[in-house]
């Protein structure tokens, strides 16, 4: 499996182009808040998710269209769950920071920071218990590393030598708190290594770099069983925390320390990689895919008042 | 039939080892449940039989630990994670409220939590050793929570749990420990949702939940020989709760005590006696006391212990004034009144 840079271009567009084109809808009052972006992040779900395979399972954040959209999340269902539609990825119960899709491997997000990591973790105990010569993939920002249950899972992990790849998005903020408020020491990769994890920082927000870490990731723990292997990710977000704006200038992030990021957008330098007509055709298309969401999400009708009561427990 | 006594211990180890061998998902982990003495005795033996594979100890992290059961559920796992207090489960709030709770629903029913959280709780030990707080889980939609008060409904209740596909908190009680009674040897499953009538009677309905109902089944036995005929129900199960066997008993007694092993305040008593009064309204005058904790912190002291925790006594004598009248008395001999059966060991 080599790195495809036509899929890797298609997923960076679509995770971008969803976002850009939700905020628009979001301004327009047609999709409620809250809504997360992925803007300017998407790269880091891209790379890793172009390492995986389509029963590898990835566990992710409220922040998370562009790891839904990388594993293959269906991006119509995507749209009605954000719309609150019936037909929407959790039948509109779920909205924007609870996207699933079972089938391509995407379990269900959480909004609580950091609780997602143990769920993840147990869902690797699973897999290692059950023989399965799968991996799970576990994505969570910077603040998650603040809670305990960051800690107790990592400590867990690599007691049992379980299958799964945590991935720190490292996005330096908290809402608007950066990282050094926040934080003593910076390395968060440090911390995952003192629980005798592997760990590395990976930088400059490269879809390839992640690509090629996680491609051997994966191996190790498969081939190996070498147990968890921790990722940070330095990347960034360009847009607010919340909400479909950018947060520069009082009260928000001085632009100065985006631009940097936004003068190296990935999907530019991979689209650099293509022919202009490949590059082309794949626009055209995921456009048309855009489209058609979000005329399926208008169209679909709500759940019904006796929706409310479905689904409390399973049979 | 001859009658198979065990106890309530036991039918807990049996049930746990019936279905770990019926189901090679089912899987047993938290603090001590692979020591020799087997978690007070309630998992004695699952280690050898099934290996640490299966029957694990785990580090000291309610909540992540809570949270990594519930991911190996979503993988198809049926985790029985013990927390051998109920404190503990403080600690564990965030996973079984937040995503226990909800994931079905949140994630528009495509994943299932087939976990079984094992709680205890218990007189004495001081403030943070013997808190009921299963009052603090009821309130949320989503779990299901059962207080099993014999041996026979101790392993019903627990086959059901692991068979279920859903999340449940099943809390035993360490006085509840040492009682025996019959428990047939074949599995067997009790559905929730079903309150049992313990004893019939007229004047009077007596709610226990838990130890509590062994409670209320001794101030029965003191208010038979004052003439009062108690009728005891125990609900066993708190979400789904049976409040139709509740209410048929009080539309015959028009008074009803709900004892609770736990505070009366915004708990579970509160929510019987606000079901009845909503079923009744005006159509039928009822009395109803609630009967708990003291409402302070629980206290060491075993010269303090006596006022903070209901007892058969207590029980009898509010029960007494209800039926007779606010100047009823009642004589006790209040080593005759103790419960039938206490904790030996403590553990």
Redo the contacts between chains.
């Keep these: 499996m080599t790195f495809n840079k036509a899929k890797a271009y298609e997923l960076l567009y679509r995770a971008r182009r969803a976002d850009e084109v939700l905020a628009e809808i979001v301004k327009e009052g047609r999709i409620p808040l809250p809504i997360h972006l992925s803007i300017g992040q998407e790269a880091v779900s891209v790379g890793a998710c172009l390492a995986l395979k389509k029963d590898d399972v990835v566990f992710g954040t409220y922040r998370g269209h562009a790891l839904y959209i990388a594993k293959g999340g269906n991006l119509k269902k995507m749209f009605a769950e954000l719309y609150g539609k019936a037909t929407g990825c959790a039948k509109g119960k779920g909205g924007s920071m609870h996207l699933i899709d079972i089938r391509a491997g995407v379990m269900g997000m959480s909004a609580i920071v950091g609780t997602g990591i143990p769920n993840a973790t147990g869902y690797a105990l699973g897999m290692q218990y059950q023989k399965k010569k799968k991996v799970v993939v576990n994505f969570f920002g910077d603040g998650a590393t603040e809670e305990g249950a960051f800690h107790e899972s990592l400590n867990f992990a690599a007691l049992k030598k379980l299958p799964i790849i945590y991935i720190c998005e490292n996005n330096r903020y908290a809402i608007s708190t950066h990282q050094s408020v926040r934080q003593p020491e910076l390395n968060i990769a440090g911390r995952a290594r003192s629980y005798g994890i592997k760990s590395k920082v990976i930088r400059g927000n490269s879809t390839l770099a992640i690509y090629q870490e996680i491609k051997k990731a994966r191996e190790e723990i498969l081939k190996r069983g070498s147990g968890p292997i921790f990722f940070e990710c330095l990347t960034c977000r360009w847009r607010q925390h919340l909400g479909p704006n950018d947060d520069f200038g009082p009260g928000g992030r001085d632009i100065k320390e985006v631009e940097p990021w936004i003068k190296n957008d990935e999907l530019l330098r991979v689209g650099h990689l293509l022919s202009r007509k490949a590059k082309k055709n794949i626009e055209t298309k995921v456009e048309a895919e855009i489209k058609d969401a979000i005329l399926f999400a208008e169209k679909s009708r709500y759940p019904a008042p006796k929706d409310l009561w479905a689904d409390v427990f399973a049979p | 039939m001859k009658q198979r006594i065990i106890s309530y211990t036991e039918a807990i180890c049996e049930a746990t080892e019936q279905e770990m061998a019926r189901d090679s998902s089912v ?1 047993l982990l938290g603090q001590g449940v692979d020591y020799d003495r087997g978690l007070l005795g309630t998992t004695k033996g699952l280690v050898n039989k099934f290996g640490s ?1 299966r029957v694990f100890d ?2 000291l ?1 309610e ?15 049926r985790p029985v994670h013990t927390h051998v207090r109920m404190e503990f489960l403080i600690l564990a709030m ?2 079984l409220i ?2 226990a709770a909800k ?12 976990i079984v959280i094992r709680t205890l709780i218990g007189d004495g030990w001081g403030a943070q050793h013997s808190q009921g707080l299963h009052s603090l889980f009821a309130n949320i ?2 779990l ?1 929570i059962v207080m099993p008060s014999t041996p026979y409904e101790a392993k019903g209740f627990l086959i059901q749990a692991i068979r279920d ?2 999340p449940v908190i099943f809390i035993e009680h360490f006085k509840l420990y040492a009682e025996k009674g019959h428990v047939p040897k074949k599995p067997y499953v009790i559905p929730f949702g079903k309150a049992v009538v313990r004893k019939k009677g007229n004047d009077i309905t007596l709610v226990g939940l838990s130890w509590m109902n062994v409670e209320c089944q001794n101030a029965a036995r003191h208010l038979e020989k004052t003439g009062v005929s108690a009728e005891i129900i125990d609900p066993l199960s708190l979400n789904p709760l049976d409040i139709n066997t509740i209410i048929k008993s009080v539309e015959k007694t028009g008074k009803l005590i709900v004892v609770d092993a736990a505070w009366t305040s915004c708990g579970f008593s509160a929510e019987i006696v606000a079901r009845v009064a909503e079923h009744f309204r005006t159509r039928k005058k009822i009395l109803a006391e609630r009967i708990g904790f003291a409402p302070v912190p629980s206290p060491n002291s075993p010269a303090l212990e006596k006022y903070f925790y209901p007892n058969a006594e207590k029980i009898a004598r509010v029960a007494l004034k209800m039926v007779r009248g606010k100047t009823a008395k009642m004589s006790f001999a209040a080593d005759k009144l103790d419960s039938k059966s206490g904790m030996t060991e403590k553990v």
């Excluded at chain 2, 994931?103 to 087939?114: H, L, W």
């Design positions: 899987i594979k785990t580090p992290s909540d992540g630990m809570t949270g990594i059961s519930i991911g190996a559920a979503l993988a198809g796992l965030n996973q937040n995503i994931a079905r629903y949140m994630y528009g029913g495509a994943v299932t939590v087939p939609p989503g299901k596909n859903n």
